[in-house]
């Protein structure tokens, strides 16, 4: 168990060390890109004078050094300055938002881990067949086609023809929820998230399915799989308990890692069912040179991928307990 | 049928290559009369910064046209498509690096008035960096009538000074408009009717809500638009998506109606004193949303915050304002520091009124730097609605006010917001909303058409899309260059291909739309696509062509 805290420990300073890192480049990146803030924050026939007035008050005139040192020190204080675009916190513009592509992206995800991680068990089961092939094929298909096109497609034949879906957003036009619980718990929030969770669902679907189909194949190859037949299990224990269990490694490396990368959401997805998530609100930052909504945004990014990476780390020792921390 | 088809498309492919080729065969021996001339300095490589063709095809692909017409006119084209706020900071940027570009100036409703596009952007005093006049036009002639025009209060007299500005500008052709859009809407004829559209302003101006007259018992305006929201505070808002939502929630003292004619809001009447001061008379019988009543000292309390505070959005409007007075109970005196024409037909008509007791106190009370931080999540105004809730990229609604002094038949209206055009239009089809908020793009107008429960509506835009110059240096400095320039813009092309007719084909100084029917000067004779006649003026003003058809300044 002590040595588990101190790899965790150990972990953590470590992260610590790459964040710094991290909100360093990215500090400098926004500020090397063409063209400055201020002409996207004010209107363009505005004079010259109040464009400079805007200038100082967010302490653009002054050195990068300064600039720099008060970003640090903002950051350990969790605050990333006001937002240039919205005049409001950029961490709470963030929040706002964020709760829409995390209820999207993790109702993908086990859309996409459900159906990968049995699929997957079961093609590689069944290795040989159409049933299989025909399997890989359509993942591959989605996987390939632009989840925009997929999108729209979708949007036209199950909202305009046929009617069954809500075309876009997350609720419908002037939908009042009585309590905060209902904003994302209501049957009319569900019949919204329908519709962009299967096509998100559909392109996230190859990367469990495919790795699951082939680690499998070699769990199978080896021999307490043997074992395990000669001592007559059924078919179906052999394959969920002891193969499909031990085949899950990499999908929960890929399943961490995809947590990690989902709070930007699927920029695609929101854009084409016009849902108001935080993976559109990060193009837009930088479009709009809104430094501090896009600086917080990818430093909280960068943040989260790096802490999944440890939970991926740590969740390994339940699944494979021959491994251990050193 | 399909045979008939292809014959057509590979003759039409054929005669264009035809084309193609015999216009290089008449460019490659310009210098064909076999005397040896002697060339002045080459003209350097111009550079035209356009948009990308995500931000504006329209742009990037009239960029293209441009860049093959002077190349054939023997002048290197650097073109390089940018992101809209580097273009920005390009040509309002301190070293004016740049020959060309493309840009365009939106319609808002207060440049119905001349005054931005006459005076704002081509006088010399705003030729300096960060000034509007990025194109550095510097004319003296010019100035005067720039300047005289927005001292006259006669609109006669205005008018003429105008319409000589404008002939200035087609001769001098500092700027050439590349086309105007056609603003198309369409809204649900099985829901709604008495629907309004305005030149420049489309279908949602501050008077589709306030006259829409719904079909059926669901009384609430379902309005889609692809523009988020970026606050809910009248300081604070700085873009015309703002400004469509929050002056339907907060009263001005005029309106400008569909006829574009002033119309009195919480200014009952109005009185120019003299050309320097203007009395105002304020509505009697106002509410605030809060029940608050709207005084003299709520209006005078605005203008001096605006002032006081610098509000960037509108300053433009204000600083000829030297200050308003209190006179009695309900009027209110303007003095300026000058003459000023625009005063009640823009500033009158733009500034909202805010609630003294709530804003005064506010930057104290909620430790701001500036009240453009404030999170305004009530909205108290005096407007014909009243705001209900506000979530951010979602959509935003409000409730009819039913003591505002006109009769809305409407419940109130919702502000959905999409996110690309598309989605806009699977809505209209779907009836998730009513109307369309910013006009279809070209592919969208037939298809609503299309739709029975949807009836099209267009109207013209006040704005445009223009190329323009740096005439701090050559070659652009030079007045028969930017005359034959003048000559090599196809607008018709670009209307008809580009636009596929919906819009209005541009010309040289065309800066105020034949829309704007006052003061646009139908009589100015304008250049028109004709390369030979560029040539031609070339020519005559002692520019040559070397061995390579590469065109060379005048011998000095």
């Known amino acids: 168990m002590s040595r588990l805290i101190s790899f965790i420990f150990r972990r953590t300073i470590q992260m610590l060390f790459t964040l710094v890192i991290i909100a360093t480049i990215i500090f400098l990146m926004f500020r090397l890109m063409p063209g400055d803030m201020s002409a996207s924050m004010v209107d363009p026939s505005i004079s010259a004078e109040a464009r400079q007035q805007i200038v100082e008050r967010y302490g653009l005139d002054q050195s990068l050094w300064i600039q720099y040192t008060t970003f640090m020190k903002g950051i350990v204080q969790f605050d990333f300055g006001n937002s240039f675009y919205y005049k409001q916190p950029a961490i709470d513009i963030l929040l706002d938002k964020l709760p829409a592509t995390l209820v999207l992206m993790f109702t993908a995800m086990i859309f996409a881990y459900g159906i990968g991680i049995f699929g997957g068990a079961w093609m590689a089961w069944n290795r040989g067949s159409k049933r299989e092939t025909t399997g890989v094929a359509v993942a591959l298909i989605f996987r390939s086609a632009p989840t925009f096109w997929v999108g729209i497609m979708a949007i036209y034949l199950f909202s305009v023809v046929l009617g069954w879906f809500p075309s876009s957003g997350m609720r419908s036009a002037g939908y009042i929820a009585d309590t905060n619980f209902q904003v994302f718990f209501s049957l009319d929030f569900l019949k919204h998230l329908i519709l962009p969770t299967i096509v998100a669902g559909v392109f996230f679907l190859a990367t469990p399915l495919l790795i699951m189909r082939n680690t499998m194949l070699e769990v199978m190859g080896e021999d307490f799989i043997e074992f395990a037949r000669a001592k007559g299990l059924p ?54 040179h809104d430094y501090p909504v896009a600086q917080a945004s990818f430093i909280i990014l960068a943040a989260l991928i790096m802490f999944m990476n440890l939970v991926a780390d740590l969740f390994y020792s339940y699944l494979d307990p021959r491994i251990t921390y050193n | 049928m399909k045979i008939v088809k292809w014959f057509v498309l590979f003759i039409s492919i054929a005669l264009i290559l035809g084309a193609c080729s015999s216009n290089s065969d008449s460019n490659s021996d310009p210098d064909s009369s076999g005397e040896v001339t002697e060339h002045g300095e080459s003209v350097p490589e111009v550079r035209i910064f356009s948009s990308l063709p995500e931000a504006n095809q329209v742009n990037y692909e009239a960029a293209k046209m441009i860049e093959t017409e002077w190349e054939a006119l023997g002048v290197s084209v650097d073109n390089r498509p940018t992101e809209f706020n580097t273009l920005v900071s390009i040509i309002y940027g301190d070293d004016h690096d740049y020959d060309a570009y493309t840009i365009g100036w939106g319609g808002r409703v207060d440049r119905i008035d001349p005054d931005m596009f006459i005076h704002s952007i081509f006088h010399s005093s705003n030729a300096g960096p960060g000034g509007n006049n990025t194109t550095g036009f510097m004319n003296d002639e010019y100035d005067v009538l720039a300047d005289a025009q927005r001292e006259e209060m006669d609109p006669a007299a205005r008018q003429s000074l105008v319409h000589q500005a404008q002939e200035i500008l087609a001769v001098e052709a500092p700027l050439l408009t590349l086309y105007s859009r056609l603003l198309v809407h369409a809204y649900n004829n099985e829901r709604f009717t008495n629907m309004t559209i305005m030149a420049g302003e489309g279908m949602y101006n501050e008077w589709t809500p306030v006259r829409a007259e719904p079909l059926t018992d669901d009384k609430m305006l379902r309005i889609g638009s692809q523009f988020d929201l970026d606050t809910v505070n009248p300081v604070g808002a700085n873009s015309t998506y703002e400004w469509r939502n929050m002056r339907l929630i907060y009263d001005k003292l005029v309106r400008l109606n569909p006829e574009i004619e002033v119309e009195p809001a919480a200014a009952e009447s109005w009185d120019v004193v003299d050309d320097n001061t203007v009395d105002v008379k304020i509505r009697p019988g106002m509410l605030f949303h809060d029940g608050v009543p709207v005084t003299a000292e709520d209006v005078k309390f605005t203008y001096d915050y605006f002032i006081d505070w610098e509000i960037a959005y509108f300053m433009s409007f204000l600083e000829v304002i ?70 951010r990229g979602e959509e935003l609604r409000t409730s009819t006010n039913r003591d505002f002094y006109e009769d809305i038949k409407i419940d109130g209206f919702i502000y959905r917001i999409y996110a690309q055009p598309e989605a806009v239009m699977t809505a209209l089809e ?71 007719g919906y819009g209005l084909a541009g010309g040289a100084g065309l800066v105020i739309s034949p829309q704007n029917e006052f003061w646009f000067n139908a009589n100015v004779d304008r250049p028109q696509f004709d390369p030979e006649k560029a040539r031609q003026i070339l020519s005559e003003a002692g520019y040559t062509w070397d061995d390579e058809g590469k065109l060379r300044f005048p011998l000095q």
Not at chain 2, 322 to 350: C, G, W
């Open chain 1, 235 to 288: 078919e179906r224990v052999i394959l969920y308990r002891h193969a499909a269990r031990n085949a899950l490694l990499p999908v929960v490396t890929a399943g961490a890692l995809f947590i990690g990368s989902a709070i930007g959401g699927q920029v695609l997805i929101e854009y084409v069912f016009s849902w108001p998530g935080l993976g559109r609100e990060m193009v837009l930052a930088a479009q709009r």
């Open chain 2, 322 to 391: 030297e200050s308003v007075e209190l006179m009695d109970e309900d009027t209110v005196r303007f003095n300026l520091k000058r003459p000023y024409a625009p005063l009640i037909n823009v500033t009158f008509a733009q500034i909202p009124i805010i609630p003294k007791h709530i804003w005064e106190n506010i930057v104290e009370e909620e430790g701001l730097a500036h009240p453009d931080e404030y999170l305004n999540e009530e909205a108290i105004g005096s407007g014909p609605f009243k705001l209900e809730q506000w979530r």
């Open chain 2, 430 to 500: 779907t009836g998730d909303i009513d109307m369309n908020a910013e006009q279809f793009i070209p592919a969208h107008i037939q298809r609503a058409e299309e739709v029975s429960h949807l009836n099209v509506l267009e109207a013209g835009d006040i704005g445009y899309q223009y190329l323009s110059f740096n005439m701090r240096k050559p070659p652009f400095d030079d007045f028969a260059f930017r005359q034959a320039i003048a000559h090599t813009i196809d607008y018709d092309l670009i209307l008809d291909a580009h636009l596929q």
